[in-house]
DNA sequence: AACGAGGGCAACCGCCGTCAC
DNA sequence: AGTGACGGCGGTTGCCCTCGT
């Protein structure tokens, strides 16, 4: 971690990302600027200037502040590693479905998928990401739990009687993406997913284990772990040295993880990178069966992937998976959603169209869940943290974020 | 113990949208 | 309307670490 001291001096840049050389003209071809990781005391620098004039004006950091930085990367750094928010750890099974959730509906809209998962970053989510569909491409597995896909694929029927038919059914696309129902299409797609216990053993890598696959059994790559350890209380962080760091959470809260701002979702589908590679579904995937019983408009989709859009990839996906015996990967879809996040969720995601399932009616006072705080969008959001005596009588002198996120200040 | 391979992650790059002038 | 500055976002890169051999 670039940010320890202790770190700074093996971190110096070497070349090209690390690089110390000059910067390009996103800094304005400023020579002086320095690029690569970043050191303690540029942290220290950054937070400073921040605790004294607010976030935004990023460019002007260089001028205040000394700081050998461009406007960007200043931005970046505060956003992904030192503003006060930032939930630190490995992703929760209830993130990590979250993720695959919104994933499924946003393609990869990192920064909208963030928005929806309190303290975490579009970089962090981005990543797991990329991590995920590596592994998943590597085991031939589809990167979406069946369910994911047929509900994009049932929600695509002529004949749906979904709340997206009066839609209409000429999109290609589901058509959660429009500022009137998407809401409501997520409330009504988060009580389709019905993940279990079982999928998450399976698919993450929490719990690495060998699978039935059709063509034998694959075994996961071993976990390593890295920074946190989900075996650890929530808000610590554990280090790459195995040093674990209890963080002050007194001032941790969700100030500006806002919802998305519906109004004006101009959705371009993105495809998933790893949907981007033609042939990259695994050595198994059958041919698709007839696509009769699909959307005229869906029919055209060849017998292999192509680079054209999420629902066509999801569509082979699915197809795949109910025409292998690997649907069966998945295992069943229990039911998760009494999770607190899950709650949560089903709660933010019903905005305006009251879901009426028993685990949305059943739903414990969010205030009581483990202690969390919980309020929709733009305010406080479902995190817990931990606050120790040892927690906030230790000082981290070489973690600004750490230092900011306590009373220090 | 040494080495290579791969994973994970931080940071950079380039494009695009917004806004002020 | 045109232009430049700025910030946001998604894609990509490269380094460090861990693990297996």
Redesign the pocket.
């Given at each position: 971690?670039?940010?320890t001291s202790e770190?700074d001096e093996?971190?110096?840049?070497?070349?090209?990302?690390?690089?110390p050389?000059v910067?390009?003209?996103?800094?304005?071809g400023n020579s002086q600027?320095?690029?690569?990781?970043?050191?303690s005391a540029e942290?220290a620098i950054l937070v400073e200037y921040v605790m004294k004039h607010g976030?935004?004006?990023?460019?002007?950091v260089q001028k205040h502040s000394g700081l050998a930085?461009?406007?960007?990367?200043?931005?970046?750094?505060w956003?992904?590693?030192l503003r006060p928010n930032l939930k630190?750890g490995?992703f929760s099974p209830e993130e990590e479905q979250l993720i695959i959730e919104l994933h499924a509906k946003?393609?990869?809209?990192?920064?909208?998928?963030?928005?929806e998962l309190p303290g975490r970053?579009?970089?962090?989510i981005?990543?797991?990401?990329?991590?995920?569909i590596?592994?998943r491409q590597?085991a031939g597995l589809p990167i979406y739990p069946p369910d994911i896909s047929q509900s994009l694929i049932d929600n695509h029927q002529p004949d749906n009687t979904n709340a997206f038919s009066s839609c209409g059914t000429d999109s290609l696309y589901p058509p959660d993406f429009s500022p009137a129902n998407i809401f409501e299409f997520r409330a009504i797609e988060f009580k389709k997913l019905q993940f279990n216990q079982h999928f998450y053993q399976k698919d993450t890598?929490l719990s690495p284990g060998f699978h039935s696959y059709p063509n034998g059994p694959f075994q996961y790559?071993?976990?390593?772990?890295?920074?946190?350890d989900s075996s650890f209380p929530s808000g610590s962080c554990r280090y790459?040295?195995?040093t674990t760091v209890q963080i002050a959470h007194s001032f941790m809260y969700n100030s500006n993880s806002s919802s998305p701002s519906e109004p004006?979702w101009?959705m371009k589908l993105?495809?998933?990178?790893l949907q981007?590679q033609a042939g990259s579904w695994g050595p198994t995937s059958p041919p698709l069966p007839s696509l009769e019983s699909v959307d005229t408009s869906i029919q055209t989709i060849p017998s292999e992937p192509r680079n054209s859009g999420l629902l066509d990839a999801v569509l082979h996906e699915s197809n795949t998976v109910r025409n292998s015996n690997y649907a069966s990967e998945w295992g069943g879809y229990g039911n998760q959603t009494n999770s607190p996040l899950c709650h949560s969720l089903s709660s933010v995601f019903s905005k305006g169209t009251p879901i009426s399932s028993n685990s949305v009616d059943e739903l414990e006072s969010l205030e009581t869940i483990q202690g969390c705080k919980v309020k929709e969008s733009n305010t406080l959001a479902p995190i817990k943290y931990c606050d120790t005596a040892e927690t906030t009588n230790k000082m981290v002198f070489t973690r600004p974020d750490l230092m900011l996120a306590s009373n220090f200040l």
């Open positions: 971690m670039s940010i770190s093996k971190m110096k840049p070497k070349n090209s990302v690390g690089s050389a910067d390009d003209a996103n800094s304005g600027l320095k690029k690569g990781p970043w050191t942290d976030e935004g004006n990023w460019n002007a930085r461009c406007g960007k990367s200043c931005r970046l750094r956003a992904n590693h630190k490995a946003m393609g990869n809209k990192w920064a909208r998928m963030a928005a970053t579009d970089n962090e981005k990543n797991y990401w990329n991590t995920r590596k592994r590597r890598l790559p071993p976990k390593r772990l890295r920074g946190p790459q040295n195995g004006g101009a993105e495809l998933p990178s981007n």
